[in-house]
């Protein structure tokens, strides 16, 4: 999974990263085929080159290794508002079919308090204003829900042509990378579709962790295996400033 | 000019029952000294600000400090949930909480029109997000120019806002650099300041890139060493991560969290400038936790 995270920023020359996993995937990216990637962090970084994975969006190695530290104000509105960045890249707690994301509260049915999630962050804009989205997270029917219980982050909205409808730049979601396959929005319906699988995976594991009959396209790919390049990165990431973290 | 304050001092002095604090931080400089005292002297009835809400929150709103909390993200970062945060707006416990909750880039939006003395700011956010319908800090204005529809943000004008920095001089002349995410404009943007800071100098020496509030734009300026901790302070000290780890169990248990509030923060009297009691220095916060 963060292995084709990473590989899903081929060719980008900016990106704006979300902690956990996009980070992971990001600087696996900067490390291995798109090294000379600009990392974007919210709390302010510009160009970070962190020798180890943060441990949060304000480590000190994020602004150490930095080209420039902003304010977050200026981070917001002339770096990613003004669409200065190519990539936003984000996790989610509940994925619907067309790319949106609920990060603020789930339903716990009737006569029970909805649960409490962190909130929005930086995505709803980050999903608005970068050139497109990529996201990365869990495939499990937990995940990708049929309705969202509430919208966080728009991604294509109800379908074809509501991004514009509503002012938002860019192209929106364009993959969604799990442990499972990738997910790509169908150019006439917006809709999330099963377009590459990973080895050894099937449809029916697929369509049976995604809450929604899930549309498979016509051909699938099968992603290339992570080499040992790729592989022997990401250890050596996970692995660097394991000490010093104490 | 700010004057110098024990911490004890300032925080009697310009926190008081129901005001709207703001105590900001974007995971380095988070001032949980000054919080700390604000629970010993257990002042209440809190509107607290913040676009990221971590563990200091967590424990003012478990000590039932807090009604309405303003904010943009809440979590415990790199680890996962505030649980008393979740556990007072789930069941109310120990006191429901209201929430107004708005996403970073409304947030900062909000602390910069503050800090300019304007009504609004503006932005284009919120577009398709549910979170405009819940709250009625948002709306929509229509751009005499262009006639493009733009989110309308209201101001944001704390009573207090509470920050660390690394550095003071005398006359109370502050100094913060690294990540300064949204302090500065949280400090201007409220009636009343409060700054701890790692240790007060003679001179300011000139740093590339660092914020400088003038003394004359704070009211108070505490010297907290370590005031920090477990977030941490550029060119002092590093994050403690063990602490925000060790956090989660503890926040879990409503009594295992009032049982560490009184032996942590109740129990100890504030920090005192010069040496003094030690606030939670990173070893002994990590001892006391692995018990």
């Not at chain 1, 991004?163 to 917006?190: F, K, S, Y």
């Not at chain 1, 992603?223 to 973290?245: I, S």
């Not at chain 2, 733009?150 to 550095?167: C, E, F, G, K, Y």
Request: charged share 20%.
């Amino acid at each position: 999974m963060t292995v084709n995270a990473a590989r899903a920023l081929a060719g980008a020359t900016t990106c704006f990263v979300g902690i956990g996993l996009p980070s992971t995937a990001a600087n696996l990216a900067r490390r291995t085929h798109n090294t000379d990637l600009i990392l974007i962090y919210e709390s302010g970084t510009i160009g970070s080159k962190p020798t180890r994975l943060p441990l949060s969006i304000g480590d000190g190695e994020l602004a150490d290794t930095a080209d420039a530290v902003v304010s977050v104000p200026e981070i917001f509105n002339y770096w990613l508002q003004a669409g200065r960045i190519d990539v936003g890249f984000l996790g989610a707690a509940q994925v619907d079919a067309h790319g949106n994301i609920n990060t603020t509260l789930v339903d716990r049915g009737p006569g029970r308090p909805s649960g409490r999630l962190p909130g929005a962050g930086g995505a709803p804009e980050i999903a608005a204003n970068c050139g497109r989205v990529l996201m990365v997270l869990r495939h499990t029917t937990r995940n990708f829900v049929p309705r969202l219980d509430f919208v966080t982050t728009v991604g294509h909205g109800s379908g074809p042509g509501d991004r514009a409808r509503l002012g938002l730049r860019g192209a929106g979601p364009t993959a969604v990378i799990t442990d499972l396959g990738i997910l790509t929005p169908d150019p006439a319906t917006a809709e999330l579709t099963l377009t590459h699988l990973h080895p050894g995976v099937t449809v029916e594991r697929v369509r049976a962790a995604t809450g929604w009959d899930l549309e498979v396209a016509r051909t699938l790919t099968t992603t290339e295996p992570p080499t040992t390049a790729e592989l022997d990165a990401l250890r050596a990431l996970r692995a660097a400033g394991k000490d010093d973290q104490r | 000019m700010a004057d110098i304050r024990t911490l004890h001092d300032a925080v009697a002095e310009l926190v008081h029952d129901g005001d709207t604090v703001a105590m900001e931080g974007f995971t380095h400089l988070i001032p949980f000294a000054a919080a700390h005292e604000i629970i010993r002297q257990g002042i209440t009835d809190l509107t607290l600000v913040r676009m990221t809400p971590d563990v200091i929150y967590d424990q003012l709103i478990g000590m039932g400090l807090v009604k309405k909390l303003v904010f943009s993200w809440g979590g415990n970062p790199g680890v996962g949930s505030l649980h008393r945060f979740r556990d007072a707006v789930e069941n109310g416990w120990p006191r429901p909480l209201e929430l107004d909750e708005h996403s970073h880039a409304g947030m900062a939006n909000r602390y910069v029109a503050g800090a300019s003395r304007l009504p609004f700011a503006v932005l284009r956010g919120y577009r398709g997000s549910d979170l405009a319908t819940r709250t009625d800090t948002v709306a929509s204005v229509t751009c005499p120019f262009t006639g493009e529809e733009l989110a309308a943000v209201a101001a944001l004008n704390p009573d207090v806002t509470v920050i660390h920095a690394q550095r003071a001089d005398h006359e109370g002349n502050v100094q913060l650099w690294g990540l300064t995410g949204v302090q500065k404009e949280a400090a201007l943007a409220a009636s009343r300041v409060l700054v701890t800071v790692e240790e007060i100098v003679d001179r300011l020496d000139a740093r590339p890139g660092a914020v400088v509030l003038p003394g004359w734009t704070i009211d108070a300026v505490a010297r907290v060493p370590g005031g920090a901790h477990p977030s941490y302070a550029s060119g002092y000290s590093v994050r403690d991560n063990d602490f925000y780890q060790a956090w989660d169990p503890i926040s879990r248990d409503r009594d295992a969290f009032a049982a560490w509030m009184r032996e942590h923060v109740l129990d100890r009297t504030a920090p005192a400038p010069d040496g003094g009691e030690p606030h939670g220095t990173p070893g002994e916060a990590e001892g006391a936790l692995s018990q």
